[in-house]
């Protein structure tokens, strides 16, 4: 199935600083901050949410197509794309702007501070569903205006989809919210984003459950649930052969969600395979830097669950 991907494209520059924060920030004097942090080691990784889920989908073999708004410093980006055989058909360049930029300095006990510029996300909403042909889709971290838009344009189109606000989600009222879950056909939250959709809300889990054909919350550590027709199904962690970079994992399991939907599998085996993804991920740093084969992959699975996934 052609799956539409709209989300961000961002670079993530991922920088260390070889001290700690506490050490030079003075908590008497933090109505006057001013502190430079020097960060010898730097390195600039390709992320967003769409670019993450993409790759994640051609690794399982899917076909990813992106839906994205970057700047005019995208040629590295779009260079990776063709590298890749990722198609960028639907992938808007925004003159006069920059591509989403994240700048992360962390310290040496991992805590972090982050600027995130939105850049070219800000025009997302300018790209159109109805031109992609899709299949199925996946509503990602994104521009809100684009978010609110794709969500719309996808149900008038007739293909189902998954609302994954992401870090997205503070943007939007608990009616936002309703609206974008009557829309949709699937939502994915992680424990902490399940948690302020039902504040916002006032809906428990099992409500807004209710109103989809799943619900897919994750834990991280604790593995993750779907909830599906009345049912949850808990779905287990796979371990990591090493637990080098979070960063991306939700993006992988989402991906390994999308495959599962899209080849018609059950929700456990699609539940597990996301899994499986994530474990992959999670053992190399930045979000698209693990290059498993799908042999690589379906005898990471049997590994796990005593079976092969395809």
């Given at each position: 199935?052609?799956?539409?991907?709209?989300?961000?494209?961002?670079?993530?520059?991922?920088?260390?600083?070889?001290?700690?924060?506490?050490?030079?920030?003075?908590?008497?004097?933090?109505?006057?901050?001013?502190?430079?942090?020097?960060?010898?080691?730097?390195?600039?990784?390709?992320?967003?949410?769409?670019?993450?889920?993409?790759?994640?989908?051609?690794?399982?073999?899917?076909?990813?197509q992106?839906?994205?708004?970057?700047?005019?410093?995208?040629?590295?980006?779009?260079?990776?794309?063709?590298?890749?055989?990722?198609s960028?058909?639907?992938?808007?360049?925004?003159?006069?702007?920059?591509?989403?930029?994240?700048?992360?300095?962390?310290?040496?006990?991992?805590?972090?501070?982050?600027?995130?510029?939105?850049?070219?996300?800000?025009?997302?909403?300018?790209?159109?569903?109805?031109?992609?042909?899709?299949?199925?889709?996946?509503?990602?971290?994104?521009?809100?205006?684009?978010?609110?838009?794709?969500?719309?344009?996808?149900?008038?189109?007739?293909?189902?989809?998954?609302?994954?606000?992401?870090?997205?989600?503070?943007?939007?009222?608990?009616?936002?919210?309703?609206?974008?879950?009557?829309l949709?056909?699937?939502?994915?939250?992680?424990?902490?984003?399940?948690?302020?959709?039902?504040?916002?809300?006032?809906?428990?889990?099992?409500?807004?459950?209710?109103?989809?054909?799943?619900l897919?919350?994750?834990?991280?550590?604790?593995?993750?649930?779907?909830?599906?027709?009345?049912?949850?199904?808990?779905?287990?962690?796979?371990?990591?052969?090493?637990?080098?970079?979070?960063?991306?994992?939700?993006?992988?399991?989402?991906?390994?969600?999308?495959?599962?939907?899209?080849?018609?599998?059950?929700?456990?085996?699609?539940?597990?395979l996301?899994?499986?993804?994530?474990?992959?991920?999670?053992?190399h740093?930045?979000?698209?830097?693990?290059?498993?084969?799908?042999?690589?992959?379906?005898?990471?699975?049997?590994?796990?669950?005593?079976?092969?996934?395809?």
């Amino acid at each position: 199935m052609r799956t539409l991907i709209c989300g961000s494209l961002a670079f993530d520059n991922i920088m260390v600083f070889p001290d700690r924060f506490k050490n030079h920030i003075l908590p008497e004097q933090i109505h006057i901050l001013n502190v430079a942090f020097l960060v010898p080691e730097m390195r600039r990784e390709f992320g967003g949410c769409a670019g993450n889920i993409a790759y994640n989908l051609m690794l399982l073999g899917g076909d990813a197509q992106i839906m994205a708004t970057v700047g005019d410093d995208a040629a590295p980006y779009l260079a990776r794309l063709d590298q890749l055989a990722l198609s960028r058909q639907h992938v808007r360049q925004v003159p006069g702007s920059f591509t989403a930029q994240a700048f992360i300095t962390t310290d040496l006990d991992d805590n972090q501070i982050t600027a995130f510029h939105p850049g070219a996300m800000s025009f997302s909403h300018l790209n159109k569903v109805a031109e992609a042909g899709a299949q199925l889709g996946i509503v990602a971290p994104d521009g809100r205006d684009g978010m609110l838009q794709h969500a719309r344009d996808f149900a008038a189109a007739g293909v189902p989809f998954i609302f994954d606000p992401g870090q997205g989600l503070p943007m939007f009222s608990g009616d936002d919210l309703l609206d974008f879950i009557g829309l949709a056909d699937y939502a994915c939250f992680n424990d902490y984003e399940a948690k302020l959709a039902c504040d916002r809300t006032g809906r428990s889990l099992e409500q807004l459950a209710g109103e989809l054909k799943a619900l897919i919350v994750t834990r991280g550590g604790e593995g993750s649930e779907i909830y599906v027709g009345g049912q949850r199904h808990a779905i287990p962690c796979v371990e990591a052969d090493q637990v080098v970079d979070p960063t991306g994992c939700g993006d992988a399991y989402r991906a390994g969600l999308l495959y599962g939907i899209a080849q018609g599998y059950d929700w456990e085996k699609t539940g597990r395979l996301a899994a499986v993804m994530g474990a992959i991920k999670i053992a190399h740093r930045g979000g698209q830097n693990h290059q498993p084969s799908r042999e690589e992959i379906a005898a990471r699975y049997q590994r796990a669950f005593g079976a092969l996934p395809w």
